[in-house]
């Protein structure tokens, strides 16, 4: 095809961008909680019909059990290269909204304030999807047609840890066969550059349950009955000690050690200590500062176990001397690259029956290994080329995300590079209350990969010229 002006692609774009916003809104409105298996049938209708209106061919694949994935389809036009492909990956299921009391407005009532929207689901990962859609018909209208052939899947477990989605890669294995992969999401930091990974880090969620009797009892029964939210808490403070290192055996085996390359992108990366403390509010320094280790080396490479919450006996206003039947806890273990979720599940086992714990029920709910793509691909080179071109500043790539995804799957499976980039900000705030993107950065994104797309082919052939990329 022609080269595409950046320009051209920019002009277009403001002509777009707010019909575009508008349709983003109606898909935020739905509540697609996967948790809580809301919304999902509506959802999957609209993804499909959102993909075909903007040309493609649509799919919901649901013969392997969970929510269904959708598949999308754009050809390469007549003149474009029908031998590449490019694979975007989103999901349609969000986080549950609550506290809903610390939302400024309604979370699937998406509204705009200064230049910002704000809804449950719109940098994760709503907004990214229909920035991709929106970013095809930009391409096909200033170019005329596609340059390659683009797909999607589109899940909706993601939320809940894709625990069905390894068998739709595994029988759809072609249908999803791709050159390379645009992952889910990503951001800019304190200083408007936009942060891309190439990896992500893998999980081991679980639930630990301490059950002491069959009913609550009077708390005065104390004095000889044994309780079991004590009982879970003894047994999690085995598992830490004061400086946060995990005291699990086996828990660091396997570790891969980090090329010199990954540790030269990490000492790049931004990190403003305080700003982080800031924009959370943090009452304590933070945990790399008394172990002297970089947060940003800590955040990429090191693996984390994280109580999620605990839960056990009355926790409502007032008193209630309750001497609680049970207690449980939700256990959340960051993996880097060699780590096994399987293994770390049966050292979290192996240790509590070391120390004498026993009784303590170990839940696996959800694992997922951890996934790095070769820094040096062509392809991670130009998304970082075109990033930018576009924005006009220097992007950030780190190894890997400190956050977890199923690329391990697609990377494994399909075996294609995989690089991560989307609309979000530095106060995106998924997962909390007020989430957001600014309507700036979802118009750059929408241009980012149109243009990231216009030369796409020839990057992976080594054959981009300087003239392809025309600013």
């Known amino acids: ?51 075909e209106e903007a040309g493609g061919e649509a799919r919901a694949l649901d013969d392997l059990g969970g929510n269904p994935v959708v598949y999308g389809f754009f050809p390469a036009g007549s003149n474009g290269d029908s031998t590449k492909t490019l694979l975007f990956y989103n999901h349609y299921d969000v986080q549950p909204p609550e506290p809903l009391n610390e939302w400024e407005s309604e979370p699937f009532e998406p509204t705009i304030k200064d230049g910002i929207l704000f809804a449950r689901g719109v940098s994760d990962n709503k907004g990214d999807f229909i920035a991709r859609l929106t970013a095809i018909k930009v391409l096909k209208e200033v170019a005329g047609e596609l340059p390659c052939n683009i797909k999607f899947m589109v899940e909706g477990e993601e939320e809940i840890g894709s625990p069905n989605l390894a068998p739709y890669i595994s029988k759809y294995k072609d249908l999803f066969q791709a050159d390379a992969c645009i992952w889910e999401f990503g951001t800019k930091d304190e200083q408007e550059r936009v942060n891309m990974v190439a990896g992500i880090k893998g999980m081991a969620y679980m639930e630990l349950t301490s059950v002491g009797a069959d009913i609550d ?38 570790i891969e050690k980090p090329k010199e390359s990954e540790i030269e992108a990490v000492s790049r990366l931004p990190f403003n200590e305080e700003a982080v403390s800031k924009l959370y509010g943090l009452k304590r320094p933070l945990i790399t500062t008394e172990k002297g280790i970089d947060p940003r080396e800590a955040m990429v490479f090191q693996p984390t176990m994280t109580i999620c919450g605990i839960e056990s006996g009355y926790t409502g206003e007032g008193a209630k001397t309750v001497l609680p039947k049970s207690a449980k806890v939700k256990l959340d273990c960051r993996l880097v690259p060699g780590q096994d979720p399987n293994l770390i599940f ?8 070391k120390h004498g714990f026993e009784d303590i029920q170990v839940t696996m709910l959800n694992g997922q290994k951890a996934y790095r793509s070769d820094f040096n691909h062509p392809f991670i080179c130009h998304v970082l080329q075109t990033a930018k071109e576009v924005y006009e500043k220097e992007a950030v790539l780190a190894p890997n995300s400190a956050g977890t995804g199923p690329m391990y799957e697609f990377g494994n499976q399909l075996n294609l590079p995989i690089v991560s980039t989307g609309v979000g900000w530095v106060k995106s705030k998924a997962h909390a209350p007020n989430e957001s993107i600014r309507l700036k950065d979802f118009e750059e994104g929408v241009v980012h990969m149109a243009y990231m797309l216009s030369s796409f082919s020839q990057a992976l052939k080594g054959k981009v010229e300087e003239d392809n990329i025309t600013t």
Not at 218 to 246: C, E, F, P
Not at 346 to 353: P, R, S, Y
């Open 1 to 51: 095809m022609s080269n595409v002006q950046l320009k051209e692609l920019r002009a277009y774009t403001k002509e777009v961008v707010d019909r575009s916003i508008e349709t983003l809104k109606d898909y935020l409105r739905l509540p697609t909680i996967s948790a809580q298996n809301k919304a999902i049938p509506e959802t999957v209708e609209m993804v499909c019909q959102l993909i």
């Open 346 to 353: 049966e050292a979290v086992q192996k240790h509590l029956l």
């Open 217 to 254: 009892m009077h708390s005065s029964v104390g004095a000889y009955v044994d309780n079991a939210a004590w009982r879970l808490v003894q047994a999690l403070a085995t598992m830490k000690d004061k400086q946060n290192n995990i005291l699990v055996e086996g828990f660091y085996d396997g």
